[in-house]
């Protein structure tokens, strides 16, 4: 099976502008979940996303949002961005949900600059 | 207290085996789980360990859990050039995934 993939790999933008960043899940993979990793505050958690809806939700500013299509695939936007938001996004698919049983698999994420 | 922790540098020379510790928050967390991170890429799943267990071996890596301590441990034995990279351990509770802040391995030739 293809592993998570992510697109696109590397993007710079400048302070206000928004961005949006796509993960493919793998085949078989209902549920999404995005993480932010920065070197001061670790791996963040964003958002979790199943069968199109969002379960989950971290401790983020309403500036970040997600969206999930009817397969699996999701987005998330990231609008008036700032210089903070400079980060690595993963995104990270399991079968059916975060945790106990079910384990994440994640891809090789997106680094974000914010100039 | 609420975090996984790990110590944040391990350093060895190829050849010996490295052993990568960490404490976590929950008694009831039901698996927990080490991931690899190398520069530039996403988390790797390397090994996961149900609660009720003790020790889960897998080709070089070797997965330790104290349950009455909260502390799990991972052995990689014959540490290779190949190994450096970033180890995050994490738990898992009910719906819910905490990861620690990851020790950076660095092996020597």
């Known amino acids: 099976k293809a592993g998570v993939t992510q697109t696109p790999r590397y993007l710079i933008k400048t302070r206000g502008q928004q961005v949006t960043l796509s993960c493919s899940p793998i085949s078989g993979h209902r549920s999404v979940s995005w993480y932010q990793q920065t070197p001061g505050q670790g791996l963040q958690f964003l958002f979790e996303y199943f069968s199109e809806t969002q379960r989950n939700k971290g401790n983020f500013p309403g500036r970040f949002s997600g969206r999930q299509f009817s397969n699996s695939r999701s987005e998330m936007n990231v609008s008036t961005l700032e210089l903070g938001d400079s980060a690595l996004y993963l995104c990270?698919?399991?079968?059916?949900?975060?945790?106990?049983?079910?384990?994440?698999?994640f891809g090789p994420g997106t680094r974000l600059t914010v100039l | 207290g609420e975090d996984v922790e790990q110590s944040l540098f391990l350093s060895v020379r190829e050849g010996d085996s490295s052993v990568i510790n960490c404490t976590y928050t929950d008694s009831s967390s039901t698996y927990l789980y080490w991931y690899k991170q190398e520069p530039g890429a996403g988390l790797q799943l390397l090994t996961y360990i149900f609660s009720n267990m003790d020790m889960k071996q897998d080709q070089r890596l070797t997965v330790l859990l104290n349950k009455k301590d909260k502390h799990l441990s991972l052995r990689i034995a014959d540490t290779q050039t190949g190994d450096s990279a970033i180890y995050f351990c994490?738990?898992?509770?009910?719906?819910?995934?905490?990861f620690g802040a990851g020790t950076r391995l660095t092996v020597k030739p």
């Open positions: 994490a738990e898992s509770i009910n719906n819910d995934m905490r």
């Open positions: 990270a698919s399991s079968q059916n949900g975060r945790g106990v049983t079910d384990t994440q698999y």
